[in-house]
């Protein structure tokens, strides 16, 4: 992926606010995970058809992916900070249309200046959003106390291993780990599961060594044989094994299905990995 309080009405509508994020309920998750798209997944498409196909997916959360054409009505609006009070409204409205919560944000980099991170802090607030995942590393004196002004979480999310490029640490969970050591709780890791294994790292060793750390997770499979994402059990994520970890290390916060391939039309891709998470035992 390139960088770049939620109150039931019937049986699971949001009331989109700019509260704190309350906890994402239990009749939204599947199999107990908060799984939902990370809307990077369908980023051909405006942000108001990728929660439409979210929905029709049977899903109700959302990784919102700044910069992403808001909708056909104001194709001049981008999703993320810097939205016009015009474009927050339709987005509200076009989440709670679909039924659909943004419970997290990300890849997005975040500024060392005060000012500037406190943008990305308020749009996430303002949409109740509870999760913010990044690679700014940089950042992270003035993340944490962003953190704690907002109390929102903020997970470190990893790309592949760079072998040409010894300066990428965040891959490494080790990294992370000393990175977030002595520093608020919100602040840890967004596993993407796909991604370490392509850095060559078993995504559930790297899960149990982070535990008390993992704040969001990607979830993708990778294919045998190659570096290119698969449907969900056909390839060598183990995702089975990772979710078990998942649950073994206390994990509640969300996961974004994000789904690199077949572009143009992976809805079906997108639902294999509804019903793989739903197969999976509790």
């Known amino acids: 992926m390139k960088w770049f309080p939620i109150l039931p009405v019937l049986s699971v509508a949001f009331a989109l606010t700019a509260h704190a994020a309350a906890p994402i309920p239990a009749e939204v998750r599947t199999n107990g995970f908060a799984l939902g798209t990370q809307s990077y997944t369908f980023r051909l498409f405006t942000f108001e058809e990728a929660c439409a196909k979210t929905a029709s997916a049977g899903l109700h959360t959302t990784e ?15 999703t993320g900070p810097g939205i016009s009070p015009e474009g927050m409204t339709a987005l509200k409205d076009i989440l709670k249309k679909n039924n659909v919560q943004a419970v997290a944000m990300g890849v997005i980099g975040i500024p060392k200046d005060e000012e500037g991170a406190r943008k990305v802090f308020a749009f996430a607030k303002e949409l109740g959003i509870g999760v913010i995942n990044t690679e700014s590393t940089d ?38 780990l000393a990175l977030t050591k002595g520093r608020d709780a919100r602040i840890g890791s967004c596993a993407d599961l796909g991604h370490w294994t392509n850095s060559g790292l078993a995504a559930a060793d790297c899960l149990r060594l982070l535990k008390g750390r993992v704040v969001s997770s990607h979830i993708k499979d990778i294919a045998n044989g190659s570096r290119a994402v698969t449907r969900p059990g056909t390839g060598r994520a183990n995702l089975a094994e990772a979710l078990k970890a998942l649950r073994e290390v206390g994990f509640d916060g969300p996961i974004s299905i994000e789904h690199e391939i077949n572009w143009e039309n992976n809805l079906e891709d997108v639902v294999s990995y509804v019903d793989f998470v739903k197969s999976q035992g509790k």
Not at 159 to 170: A, F, G, I, L, M
């Open 139 to 176: 950042a992270i004196d003035t993340i944490e106390k962003m953190v704690k002004e907002f109390d929102i979480k903020v997970g470190y999310h990893n790309h592949p291993q760079k072998p040409n490029d010894e300066s990428y640490k965040v891959w490494d969970p080790n990294y992370i």
């Open 64 to 78: 919102l992916f700044p910069s992403q054409k808001l909708s056909a009505a104001l194709p001049n609006e981008k």
